[in-house]
Every structure is written in structure tokens, then in C-alpha cells.
């Protein structure tokens, strides 16, 4: 398979594929956040505190913050992604799930980075608010076999924010006419839209 990994997600592609590499073809990063050392031991914390930090993670001042810091610029239905962006903090477990995670230390691949073998696409925000662009030139330098596509005036998620640039640099990543399927692919989810 191919294996995405947008932001935190890009450490669980990475985790995965050192682990099950048979199962893993190419990986594309997007906004990769790999190199977080973990939340630290908080196993002697209250566990008040790591459920007070979660409680600020789901605000929704700190999720306007956070989805204004996502995009280049504020697009239309500015208020729609702030919904979209904290749906996973109002799942029923997320809170329990969250505080594990931080109380566990959280999650750190660095040392697996460059035991990752396939391929790899490096793409990202030149703009990015959430984790510097200079990450991307580290993350490229570490992995054996990987190319690094910035996309220009673009933040976090480049996917949502320049979905045809960022079709076009997949699908020619993936080796194929990233501009005819990108063109495809745009017009096609205009038609399922507007259907």
C-alpha cells in the first residue's frame, strides 16, 4: 500500500512501516509532525492536570487558534473548519484516550526515521503555522529515499487548503500525469459536490 501520514499521522506511517515493511510501498508525509519528544513523564502528575490540559486542547478558543494557524489565509467557512477540526475532540473517548497518550509520553519515532526504506514524499506548507518548514528539509535529509514538494502560500494542510497542487505533486510522486488526473480528480469532486 501506499501510507499517508498528515501531521501526527506521518508518525504512525512511520511507525508502521518500520514495523511491517513488506505492507508498505511508498509513504507520503504531509506537515509530518515526527519529531516531538513525547509529553514526558507525567505518570506523578494529578490526573487532573493532563484532563485540564485536555479540557484548554477542545476549547474552542484554542481550536479557532488552531485552525487559524492551519491555513495561509482565512478561507470561507472559516467557522465550518473550527467544527470539522475539533470533531475528534468531541468523540466520546477522546479525553480518556488523550490523557493515556500524554500520561504514556506520547508518541516519538525520531529514532526510527531513518530506518524507514521506501520512498517517500515530503510535502508541505511553505507556510505552515503548526510545524516549520524547516522540518520538512530535516525530515528529507533523514529518510534514505525521499523528495521534498513545498506547496507555496499554503499552511498545514496543504491537502484541504491547495488540493489540486497538492493532487498534482501525489500523483506524480505516485508516477503518474499528475496534471491530467489532478484536473480529473478536481472536476470529479466538484461533480460529487454539487450532486
Not at 34 to 48: H, I, L, N, Q, S
Not at 115 to 136: P, T, Y
Amino acid at each position: 500500500m501506499v501510507l499517508v501520514g498528515p501531521s501526527l499521522g506521518a508518525a504512525v506511517a512511520i511507525d508502521f512501516a518500520v514495523n511491517y515493511p513488506e505492507a508498505v510501498s511508498k509513504l507520503i508525509f504531509i506537515g509530518a509532525s515526527v519529531y516531538a519528544e513525547g509529553t514526558k513523564d507525567m505518570t506523578r502528575m494529578p490526573k487532573f492536570v493532563p484532563y485540564a490540559g485536555v479540557f484548554v486542547l477542545k476549547s474552542l478558543p484554542l481550536r479557532l487558534f488552531a485552525t487559524r494557524l492551519a491555513f495561509y489565509k482565512i478561507p470561507d467557512g472559516f467557522f465550518d473548519w473550527v467544527q470539522i477540526g475539533r470533531l475528534h475532540c468531541l468523540l466520546p473517548w477522546w479525553e480518556d484516550a488523550t490523557v493515556n497518550f500524554m500520561i504514556t509520553g506520547g508518541y516519538n519515532v525520531i529514532n526510527q526515521i531513518k530506518q524507514v526504506k521506501q520512498k517517500c514524499l515530503v510535502l508541505w506548507g511553505e507556510d505552515d503555522g503548526i510545524i516549520s518548514n524547516k522540518q520538512a528539509y530535516r525530515l528529507q535529509q533523514e529518510l534514505p529515499s525521499a523528495i521534498l514538494r513545498q506547496v507555496g502560500q499554503c499552511g498545514h494542510i496543504p491537502h484541504v487548503e491547495k488540493p489540486r497542487e497538492a493532487a498534482k505533486h501525489v500523483l506524480d510522486f505516485l508516477g503518474g500525469d499528475g496534471v491530467d488526473k489532478a484536473d480529473q480528480a478536481s472536476s470529479l469532486s466538484s461533480t460529487l459536490v454539487s450532486t
